[in-house]
């Protein structure tokens, strides 16, 4: 039977916004402890079984399909979040469907564009790719896949109701599915094809579950009935293109971090260097993960807290996360000091052991990535994004020249130490930049305006 929209609850005070991300954050770090756990079983069976080449193989094409579909995407769980709680708390259901149906047309446009993008540049570029051409109809249904199971809306949904316990099933699907079908694709199909599928199908269960929660909190019908002319969301929505723009821009820039230095390594390098550069890429993410959780979990109670908020409570609630999170991010990349080597053999054998430097370097990235996190979403919920979208680029600017001064000699260490670059960057600009911001004298009106 399906429910009601559920109401979301309204969290005062600098105490409840923290208690009420931690208990979001509770929910997500059940979530992604099972991933942390699974992956490193089910990238065991594809390391082992595919080899360093044929990994990188499988790396590069992963990779692009995951770059193409964030370069397509909009965030719109972010703009569901950011303009979803101000018609829920005036109980104005017409408006906030009618948000809800246009961040859904906004995925299935990005899915659209991004299918016609992924046709033109596999059929350009696959060499450079390392796709033969026996994997050429593979890999382009592989990339539709990926494309085609944008799952931000739902997201954005069950983040707006505080329903983090459902959304973190949801995620659970991608790593319990992947390890599944790796551990089907080792025993009956272990090729680069075998686990293609595997990863697919991960990806069609887990939007399939958000979609299915979606239903059972009452929003999909909801979603159904917002009919509307675009010009009366905008409308409603003052900044909403603005804003939409900026958070799809900054997260393309962070993109640039995380997808193309492997695609760089793959295509300079080789795909046996793509292989090993990926691995240490999918331990060093754990940091990433973590940060990428922080934000999830605290974007909408940020989002009811600003609205109200004194630039010293901002600089207070900064302050606090911040060296919540710095300290996360010391305990973490401790433990990869400690035992990355290790995982790193006994996940993918000695031929991936050599990439212990590189998981070092990206590793103290996912650090800085991970203590400035606050800043990042602070800046967000009061419509600075472009202002994070200038910085991400200055950021972006010196990973690639830092990238192409270092690879001739150092090779994919260089790259991994130019994304260490990039973030520090980063870090250090969101953080000139909050303190300006935390400093305006006259709120948050003036704050938003700047």
Known sequence: MVQDPAPIPVTTGSTGIFRAAARNLGWLLASRSVLAILSLFYLGFATRTLGVVDFGRFALISGAAQALATFVGFQTWQIIVQYGVEPIQHGDTPRLARLLRLSAILDMCSALVGAALTVAILFAWSDGFGIPPDLMRDTLMFAVVQLITIRSTPLGILRLRDKFSL???????????????????????????GFMLAWAVAEIVTAATYWIMVAKSGDL?????????????????????????????????????????????????????????????????????????????AFPEIVRAVRTAEPSRLRRILIRTMLASTAAALVILAIVALVGEPILKVVGG????????????????????LATVSLDTVMTALHRAGTVFAIRAVGVLLLFVTAFALMPTYDSTGVAAAVAVGSV????????????????PSGPQAIDGA
Do not use: H
Not at 259 to 265: A, D, E, G, S, T
Not at 288 to 295: E, F, I, P, R, V
Not at 425 to 440: D, E, P, S
């Open 167 to 193: 959304s973190a099933v949801a995620d659970s699907m991608t790593p319990i599915m992947r390890f599944v079908g790796a551990g089907a694709a080792m025993i009956f199909e272990p090729t680069i094809r």
């Open 350 to 369: 000695k031929s991936f052991v050599g990439a212990y430097p590189v998981l070092l370097w990206l590793a103290a990235a996912g650090c800085f990535d």
């Open 425 to 440: 960057a980063v870090a250090i600009l969101l953080g000139f930049a909050a303190a300006r911001m935390t400093r305006t």
């Open 221 to 297: 019908r909801l979603l159904a009935s917002g009919r509307g002319p675009w010009r009366q969301v905008r409308d409603e929505n003052p900044g909403i293109v603005r804003f939409s723009l900026s958070t799809n821009a900054s997260a393309t820039l962070g993109l640039s971090s995380k997808q193309i230095p492997l695609l760089l390594v793959g295509a300079s390098i080789g795909p046996a260097a793509a292989g090993a550069f990926r691995l240490a890429t999918q331990l060093a993410q754990a940091l990433a993960k973590l940060s990428q959780m922080l934000s999830r979990a």
